[in-house]
């Protein structure tokens, strides 16, 4: 088994980096896939939540591995020798952190709120993505009703080149509901809005990951 990374990368701290995560997590091993997820975020708050769900002994089950600095790449690379999918969770403002997790993705995801500071804060993730040669594909996050902001962003990000995901994703109470529990909105509230947001956009990340 040679299983794919997914890189969560975002320079600005509070971007929705974490939450991503642990959702994504949960729906795409709701699908049967063997899912691992590394903690490189100092912060731990990953780690956090993956020790709540633990602790219910919640199904389906989630491998997690917390490290940091230079011992992530060996932590990434044996994960994905029992695993499909692993999912990175990287640290802000962390040069040497970001830099691993960015050279060791398929797919780098960078979630970006409808605001034109994120957007600012964009584009030294996209640089370093650039300079390792990774496909990027940025994720438009905490999306309020009827923002028209959030179509001024798009336009504003496809002038720096990078793929946006056709899947957006509300401001929900229920994401942070869910992750207090240690669970995922699909297993929450499966027939919610937050849930069917949350699967299709695991549903595009897996279409299109590389093949081989």
């Known amino acids: 088994m040679a299983g794919k990374v997914l890189t969560m990368a975002q320079q600005k701290g509070g ?19 063997a899912v691992a997820m590394v903690d490189i975020d100092p912060q731990g708050s990953l780690s956090q939540w993956f020790s709540i769900r633990n602790g219910a002994g919640v199904i389906p089950s989630l491998h997690l591995t917390s490290v940091t600095g230079w011992r992530a790449q060996a932590a990434v690379e ?5 695993h499909d999918l ?52 940025i994720v438009i996050n905490r999306v309020q009703t009827r ?3 959030a179509e001024t962003l798009t336009a504003r990000i496809a002038d720096l080149g990078a793929d946006i995901a056709e899947a957006t994703i509300g401001n929900r109470t229920s994401f942070a509901a ?24 695991a549903d595009e ?4 990951l590389p093949r081989g």
């Open 15 to 33: 971007a929705g980096k974490t939450t991503l995560v642990a959702q994504l997590a949960v729906a795409l091993a709701a699908n049967g896939r």
């Open 78 to 82: 044996k994960l994905k020798a029992s």
């Open 86 to 137: 692993v999912l990175v969770d990287s640290a802000p403002h962390a040069e040497i952190e970001a830099k691993i997790a960015v050279r060791l993705a398929d797919l780098i995801i960078v979630p970006v709120q409808p605001s034109p500071l994120d957007l600012w804060a964009t584009e030294p993730t996209l640089a370093l993505a650039r300079s390792e040669k990774r496909k990027v594909l």
């Open 147 to 149: 923002m028209k902001l």
């Open 178 to 201: 869910s992750m207090m529990d240690g669970r995922g909105v699909i297993e929450t509230a499966p027939k919610g809005k937050a849930a069917m947001e949350m699967l299709a956009l």
């Open 205 to 208: 990340i897996t279409r299109r």
